[in-house]
């Protein structure tokens, strides 16, 4: 059974950051490109960054250049998400994903967390 489950959302200031974490079993972690999603109320689902191995590219939605890290821990089937100079609009529940390397679709989704930044 493949689970997805994520951790380190909360309530932050703007400026503030957060790390959000994505523990993976069930695959084959090193078969996979690794990434992470939000939705913020009202929304669509967005793309926020992906990871893939064994190159270790990285790409990112043009909001969060600069400001997010993805990073992955093979020995540790995690995936991260450092999170910094926070903005309200970054407000969303995220979600971490998994495909198979080679596919577009991802394919597996964890449950989400919830990020709120306010003052």
């Known amino acids: 059974q493949v689970k997805l489950v994520e951790s380190g959302g909360g309530l932050v200031q703007p400026g503030a950051s957060l790390r959000l974490s994505c523990a993976a079993s069930?695959?084959?972690?090193?078969?996979?490109?690794m990434g992470w999603f939000r939705q913020a109320p009202g929304k669509e689902r967005e793309f926020v960054a992906r990871?893939?191995?064994?190159?270790?590219?990285?790409y990112y939605t043009d909001s969060v250049k600069g400001r997010f890290t993805i990073s992955r821990d093979n020995a540790q089937n995690t995936v991260n998400l450092q999170m910094n100079s926070l903005k309200p609009e970054d407000t969303a529940v995220y979600y971490c994903?998994?495909?198979?390397?080679?596919?577009?679709?991802?394919?597996?989704w964890g449950q989400g967390t919830q990020v709120t930044v306010s003052s």
């Open positions: 994903a998994s495909r198979p390397t080679g596919l577009d679709e991802y394919r597996y």
């Open positions: 069930g695959i084959t972690f090193r078969s996979y490109v």
């Open positions: 990871i893939s191995w064994p190159s270790g590219s990285t």
